[in-house]
């Protein structure tokens, strides 16, 4: 669960609002819990990760899976503000239990597997995948009530 101050879907959609995986939302205050659930938490070389698995069908060819369609699927079903959100958890969950933790040395990033597109033969094929910016999680966390 990630907890939320009271605030307002047009804070989100100024902080987010330039990232083109985000939809921006319609106005609506918000505060309390919202529940979701990460498909994977992993580590790999002292960088933590988030990986999250989508099934959508976005077509037959590996050109439905390049990069500019993963982000228009991923902007289509707000994939963006998902990732952000999830970003903020781990990035809450670290900073709590991590000794010495910093975002930059210890969060490798988040990626999105269209398992439909994904071939062995290509590496990376059918993956989105970003680092979220470092200030940005850090203004997110305080839009949304920074709980440290």
């Known amino acids: 669960s990630l907890f939320m101050a009271p605030t307002t879907t047009s804070?989100?959609?100024?902080?987010?609002?330039s990232q083109q995986t985000y939809l921006p939302l319609l106005y609506r205050e918000m505060e309390g819990f919202i529940?979701?659930?990460?498909?994977?938490?992993?580590?790999?070389e002292g960088r933590y990760y988030v990986v999250d698995y989508k099934t959508n069908h976005l077509g037959d060819s590996a050109a439905d899976y390049s990069r500019d369609a993963l982000v228009a699927a991923m902007r289509a079903h707000n994939y963006g503000l998902q990732y952000w959100l999830y970003t903020v958890v781990v990035h809450r969950y670290l900073k709590k239990w991590l000794p010495k933790y910093s975002y930059k040395d210890h969060f490798g990033g988040v990626m999105y597997l269209f398992v439909r597109g994904?071939?062995?033969?290509?590496?990376?094929?059918?993956?989105f995948s970003t680092c979220p910016d470092e200030q940005i999680v850090?203004?997110?966390?305080?839009?949304?009530g920074d709980n440290s």
């Open 35 to 44: 529940n979701g659930y990460i498909d994977l938490i992993c580590t790999h």
């Open 138 to 144: 850090q203004e997110l966390d305080h839009c949304l």
């Open 118 to 127: 994904m071939d062995p033969e290509k590496d990376g094929s059918g993956v």
């Open 11 to 17: 804070s989100l959609n100024r902080i987010l609002g």
